[in-house]
T-cell receptor, first 111, second 112 residues
Framework: SAVISQKPSRDICQRGTSLTIQCQVD?????MFWYRQQPGQSLTLIAT?????????ESGFVIDKFPISRPNLTFSTLTVSNMSPEDSSIYLC????????FGPGTRLTVL | KQEVTQIPAALSVPEGENLVLNCSFT??????LQWFRQDPGKGLTSLLL?????REQTSGRLNASLDKSSGRSTLYIAASQPGDSATYLC???????????FGKGTLLTVNP
């Protein structure tokens, strides 16, 4: 199994600002993903973080709003840009081989 | 488009009871199915992974079954304990790219 850490664990941000979330995996993994969990909802896939290239975004998510980097096989960042209160969610990083493992999440509140 | 449904949305049981959580999916062409546990305000903990070619997996007091042709999975929890209280999420993989589609979860409360 993979152990995944995320920073920050939570943050409160002002409307119009940006926040970058970091995800670190303790071993090299094939795939890394970013998910969003809005209040009272289940998880929705934002994008696949591709090592050394642009992320692959799911329908409804765009690079300008959620730029993602993955410089190596164990680290990725997600930026939530120009935030609005609708972006208040838990953002989770995951790593997948055959089984998928999740980080503890970043709880974001936008005022 | 794959849709995953979990029933019931919430369940409250006395300690010691055996219980079953249900998950159904609309597209049977799945790669695998995974059950997760989520504690309030926390991330997800993987409980069981069932490959599409398998019928069931067991871990301790947990047993998960998969009937791919009918698009159903069940998570059986034996001798429930208060520490089992959490939200249980079912997720199916769309293919070998490992992308997961989640259900909305079942909120389980086990009362002492």
């Amino acid at each position: 199994s993979a152990v995944i850490s995320q920073k920050p664990s939570r943050d409160i941000c002002q409307r119009g600002t940006s926040l970058t979330i970091q995800c670190q995996v303790d071993s090299q993994v094939t795939m890394m993903f970013w998910y969003r969990q809005q209040p009272g909802q289940s998880l929705t896939l934002i994008a696949t973080a591709n090592q050394g290239s642009e992320a692959t975004y799911e329908s409804g998510f765009v690079i300008d709003k959620f730029p993602i980097s993955r410089p190596n096989l164990t680290f990725s960042t997600l930026t939530v840009s120009n935030m609005s209160p609708e972006d208040s969610s838990i953002y989770l990083c995951s790593a997948a081989g055959n089984e998928q493992f999740f980080g503890p999440g970043t709880r974001l509140t936008v005022l | 488009k794959q849709e995953v449904t979990q029933i019931p949305a919430a369940l409250s049981v006395p300690e010691g009871e055996n219980l079953v959580l249900n998950c159904s999916f609309t597209d049977s062409a799945i790669y695998n199915l995974q059950w997760f546990r989520q504690d309030p305000g926390k991330g997800l903990t993987s409980l069981l992974l069932i490959q599409s070619s398998q019928r069931e997996q067991t871990s301790g007091r947990l047993n998960a079954s998969l009937d791919k042709s009918s698009g159903r999975s069940t998570l059986y929890i034996a001798a429930s304990q208060p520490g089992d209280s959490a939200t249980y999420l079912c997720a199916v993989s769309r293919g070998s790219n490992y992308k997961l589609t989640f259900g909305k979860g079942t909120l389980l409360t086990v009362n002492p």
